[in-house]
């Protein structure tokens, strides 16, 4: 599998972004342009990781609400996310990642309508909308679980790739943002075990967060840095070894350079104990 996650310093080039990456060991990249639009804002950048060795594992769709109740932000949202796919395609991006977004005001927000099966249905169709006005052959649609909408389990993420039925749909995977119970919290093993055995074909990317249940009524679970939790990263490491040698994992939602090490310190101290290769 490649390590990957974002890096900091000079790289507003492209030869100082992938000397970044390297210097960091990082195999795989988030698309290094944050609001990309159009495919050659990224070109230079894509043909240096090519020469480099490095992939760009996921262009970012999120923000991007295709199914809100505000038929003009609706329309957007598919907008966007189909112009993010059509840039993904042309860099050659692992996948497109979004949420499947929200009947809600916030894209990536609960609401009551959020888990029924009209909404279920909203989300095939614009799935289907934004993968079909693309026809990307290089790349895949990706979603990641939500706990509060759909797909928020591996079933239901089966049952969506099944409805969708497009090859170019894929699986991003973060166990973290489904381990939302002390029930899951104590058994997140076999939670992963469960995404990697039902959803492992599909599977394009992963991101590597950690997380911890805290002694605050009613259920509080907190969102830390990969080592600080309780996440079985040996078991999620294992899984993840057994798919295509590609597939990467990305680290995210640290504030800075510092503890991005410390999270990849832990991630490839796992990899040692459990004899998996990070490239």
């Given at each position: 599998m490649r390590l990957g996650g974002p890096v900091f310093g000079d790289i507003d080039d492209p030869d100082g972004w992938v000397a970044a990456l390297k210097e960091h060991g990082y195999g795989a990249a988030y698309c290094p342009v944050r609001d990309v639009h159009d495919?050659?804002?990224v070109r230079p950048y894509a043909e240096v990781?090519?020469?480099a060795g490095v992939i760009i594992a996921e262009v970012l769709a999120f923000g991007n609400n295709p199914i809100s109740q505000n038929e003009e932000k609706s329309r957007a949202g598919i907008a966007a996310c189909q112009k993010k796919l059509a840039v993904a395609d042309e860099i050659g991006a692992r996948c497109c990642v979004n949420v499947a977004g929200s009947r809600g005001d916030a894209s990536a927000g609960?609401?009551?309508d959020d888990l029924t099966s009209e909404t279920f249905d909203l989300i095939v169709a614009s799935l289907r909308e934004i993968i079909d006005a693309v026809n990307p052959t290089r790349t895949?649609?990706?979603?990641e679980m939500m706990p509060w909408m759909?797909?928020?389990?591996?079933?239901s993420y089966l049952e969506l790739v099944k409805a969708?039925?497009?090859k170019q749909f894929a699986v991003h995977l973060d166990p973290v943002n489904i381990v939302c119970s002390p029930q899951l919290y104590y058994a997140n093993g076999d939670l992963i075990r469960e995404c990697f055995k039902t959803l492992g074909p599909y599977i394009k990317s992963c991101h590597a967060k950690d997380i911890s249940l805290t002694n605050?009524?009613?259920?509080?679970?907190?969102?830390?840095?990969?080592g600080l939790g309780a996440l079985d990263y040996h078991t999620f490491l294992r899984e993840l070894a057994k798919l295509d040698p590609d597939t990467s994992l990305m680290l995210e939602h640290l504030p800075d350079a510092e503890q991005y090490a410390l999270a990849a310190d832990h991630v490839r101290s796992v990899a040692g104990e459990t004899g998996v290769e990070l490239r």
């Open positions: 495919a050659d804002e990781a090519e020469r609960p609401h009551a895949f649609y990706a979603l759909y797909p928020d389990s591996p079933g969708v039925d497009r605050v009524l009613t259920v509080h679970l907190d969102e830390v840095r990969p």
